[in-house]
């Protein structure tokens, strides 16, 4: 989960990491008086809050120099719409002098199996730039996840890139605060871009995001709090609710494909796409494929008008296939099913008994054995008049 640059700000905050003064704005009306209520001193930066970064190029950060100025742009940056990303609320700042903006990161590295520092003094909009064009500008330090943040892994990153060591103490400071709240969280990924220089040589994040692993939110119930505040599917929302994992993948795709285990389920996604087809959406079911939770999971897929066929797969030990059949047959009898297909692939207990339930509903059911065959299945259907 992606956090919003003021949620982001809000963590910072509260490891002691340098941040500017704000306050958030999510409506027009009352905008300019709770600007003045925020006490800020002028002139102010309007940020968009949408999970994506680039916000600067696409006209989502601003600069106000009065009150009356700050209204007008809220007016006109609230609704906007940002690559895709419709702006519901503003974090308005205090603006910040700055003479130099670097860059500044952890996130989980899979090859060092660490945590990696990416630190550059070429920070800002332009950082893609910088990886391209200065590469040796850029440094990238594992952290021992044992020693944690040693001076040397400081003094390295600035010397690789050639920064200011004034400010080695001030970034270590940083880097530590960071690194903690990086396992704190759980996260995958903390930035910061840029970390600014002020002319008196103070370091502040001028700009954060916050990547939380999703599967840790049990743990973290502010973050929890926050996700209420994203943008977020309505049928993820809707999955979650009943502990099924929705997962949208490609607009333009008509498959849906449901399984028990995200292993079966990137299988099945590979072996259709493989076939020259393409997958809308994906959900993953979890444990315990009851009637009813089939019915429910299928109801959710049909919610998406693109979703034509609807594929589940379900290899269960013990489970008993007539159980899922019910289910199946349950979703396909609603209005919501009409012209839509269904392919059955199952194993476990009572699978001829499921078939007989498939055959004697008269729907539009077709049982397959084993994946290859099911996609073969898909295939035909949807290649048959
Ligand atoms: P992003 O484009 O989504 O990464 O949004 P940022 O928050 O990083 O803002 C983009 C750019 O706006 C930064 O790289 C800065 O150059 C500039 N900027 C943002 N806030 C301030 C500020 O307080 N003072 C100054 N001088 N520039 C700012
Ligand atoms: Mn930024």
Redesign the pocket.
């Known amino acids: 989960m992606k956090l919003l640059e003021y949620q982001a700000s809000e963590l910072f905050a509260k490891y002691g990491l340098p941040v500017q003064r704000g306050v958030v704005i999510n409506a027009r009306e009352g905008a300019a008086e709770k600007i003045r209520a925020a006490a800020l001193r002028f002139p102010v930066v309007l940020k968009a809050q949408v999970q994506i ?1 680039g916000r ?1 190029k696409a006209g989502g950060v601003q600069f106000a120099e009065s009150p009356e100025e700050a209204a007008s742009l809220c007016d006109k940056m609230l609704g906007m719409d940002i690559r895709g990303l419709k702006v519901n609320e503003l974090l308005v700042v205090e603006k910040r002098t700055i003479t130099t903006e670097w860059y500044l990161s952890i996130m989980l590295d899979r090859y060092s199996k660490a945590p990696l520092l990416i630190f550059s003094p070429l920070g800002g ?1 332009d950082i893609e730039e910088t990886a391209k064009t200065s590469p040796d500008k850029i440094a990238k330090v594992p952290i021992d996840p044992v020693r944690g943040v040693q001076d040397y892994t400081i003094a390295y990153a600035l010397d690789k890139t050639g920064a200011d060591k004034r400010y080695a103490a001030q970034l270590k400071d940083i880097i530590e605060k960071l690194y903690r709240m990086f396992f704190d969280y759980y996260t995958m990924l903390v930035e910061i ?2 970390l600014a220089i002020d002319p008196e040589g103070n370091l502040t994040a001028l ?1 954060g995001k916050v990547e939380v692993d999703d599967n840790a939110l049990s743990y973290l119930p502010d973050i929890t709090a926050y996700r209420d505040k994203l943008q977020e599917d309505p049928q993820v929302i809707e999955a979650r609710k009943v502990n099924f994992l929705f997962i949208p993948v490609e607009e333009e795709g008509d498959i849906a494909v449901m399984s028990n285990g995200s292993g079966m389920l990137m299988s099945c996604i590979d072996l259709i796409t493989q076939r020259g087809m393409r997958i809308h959406a994906a959900l993953d079911l979890g444990g315990g494929a009851t009637a009813d939770r089939i019915t429910e999971a299928v109801r959710i897929m049909l919610c998406r008008p693109q979703v034509s066929t609807v594929f589940i797969c379900i290899f269960g030990g013990i489970t008993r296939c007539d159980e899922v059949a019910k289910g199946a047959v349950a979703a396909m009898q609603s209005d919501a099913a009409r012209g839509k297909q269904l392919i059955l692939r199952m194993e476990g207990t009572n699978k001829d008994e499921a078939a007989k339930i498939v055959a004697a509903s008269g729907l539009p059911i077709t049982v397959a054995e084993g994946i290859p065959n099911s996609v073969e299945a898909i295939y035909r259907l949807k290649n048959a008049g």
């Open positions: 970064g600067g909009m871009n840029p700009d």
